[in-house]
Nanobody, 127 residues
Framework: QVQLVESGGGSAQSGGSLRLSCKVS????????MGWFRRTPEKEREGVAT???????DYADSVKGRFIISRDHTKNTLYLDMNNLEPQDTGIYYC?????????????????????WGKGALVIVSS
């Protein structure tokens, strides 16, 4: 059973930064795609950032230039560096991973492609 556990959520002022981490319970190779999604008061679920098997990345327009997705295979960990935070970034952030075989994902990919999900981390940005 694969488990994903997010950490690093919390509160920040507008313009501040936070780093989310997602620890995967077993070794994930580059053949697994991963992503960050969020639930906000405005949207039930929104793709925020994704990273594919070749480490190519994709971002929602609302976070482009502010957020960076990355991963460390040696630590089985996915990261989301969130900079210049805005109150609209407030929400619950979920990390997700595909099964082996899915080579490419983007933020508009169907959530059903992601077989594994974390329980979420709350991010609150105040103005």
């Amino acid at each position: 059973q694969v488990q994903l556990v997010e950490s690093g959520g919390g509160s920040a002022q507008s313009g501040g930064s936070l780093r989310l981490s997602c620890k995967v319970s077993r070794r994930f190779g580059s053949s697994n795609c991963m992503g960050w999604f969020r639930r906000t008061p405005e949207k039930e679920r929104e793709g925020v950032a994704t990273i594919s098997w070749d480490d190519s990345t994709d971002y929602a327009d609302s976070v482009k230039g502010r957020f960076i997705i990355s991963r460390d295979h040696t630590k089985n960990t996915l990261y989301l560096d969130m900079n210049n935070l805005e109150p609209q970034d407030t929400g619950i952030y979920y990390c997700a991973a595909t099964d082996t075989g899915v080579k490419k994902v983007v933020v508009t990919s169907s959530p059903s492609l992601f077989a594994y999900w974390g329980k979420g981390a709350l991010v609150i940005v105040s103005s």
